[in-house]
């Protein structure tokens, strides 16, 4: 009887031996397995995926459909493609003959180069709005030369 239960014995540890065995393999799969899923991006048909590959730019904007972003070397930042439309604030305007005007305007943005948008400007939209503005307010403001000045 005590010879059956040594039996028992080893052949559980066996089992846990095993069970650990296929454990160490098993787990580092899955870790691979979730960590490749998770690094799946999907951009849609009006975006464009900037990727930074160890804080290098890579040569062309990913997309769209399905991109690999590896999280620890690769930063992805999304620009959209779309048209925008931004509406300027009224602004009041004093002509030279002191006539008050009143100057609102719409702007519209699209992006052309993602990489460009993204690398070369700070943030591309805010520029743009205050360049069409200063421009806008610029061209009203300028005299127009009359004719014997």
């Not at 490749?36 to 849609?44: D, E, G, Q, T």
């Not at 180069?113 to 070369?120: G, L, S, T, Y």
Request: charged share 20%; glycine share 6%.
């Amino acid at each position: 009887m005590a010879r059956g239960w040594d039996t028992i014995r080893g052949r559980g540890v066996f089992i846990l031996w095993e069970a650990a065995v296929e454990m160490f393999f098993v787990i580092p799969i899955m870790i691979v397995v979730i960590y490749v899923l998770s690094s799946i991006k999907i951009l849609a048909e009006y975006e464009r995926g900037v990727i930074f590959r160890l804080g290098h730019l890579l040569a062309q904007a990913k997309g769209p459909g399905v991109v690999l972003v590896f999280a620890p070397i690769d930063r992805i930042v999304r620009v959209s493609l779309r048209q925008e439309a931004l509406e300027v604030p009224p602004q009041d305007i004093i002509t030279r003959d002191n006539v008050t005007l009143k100057v609102n305007a719409v702007i519209f943005l699209r992006v052309i180069d993602p990489n460009k948008a993204v690398v070369e400007v700070s943030n591309y939209v805010c520029w743009r709005i205050a360049r069409k503005s200063t421009c806008a307010c610029k061209a009203f403001s300028t005299p127009t030369p009359r004719p014997g000045e």
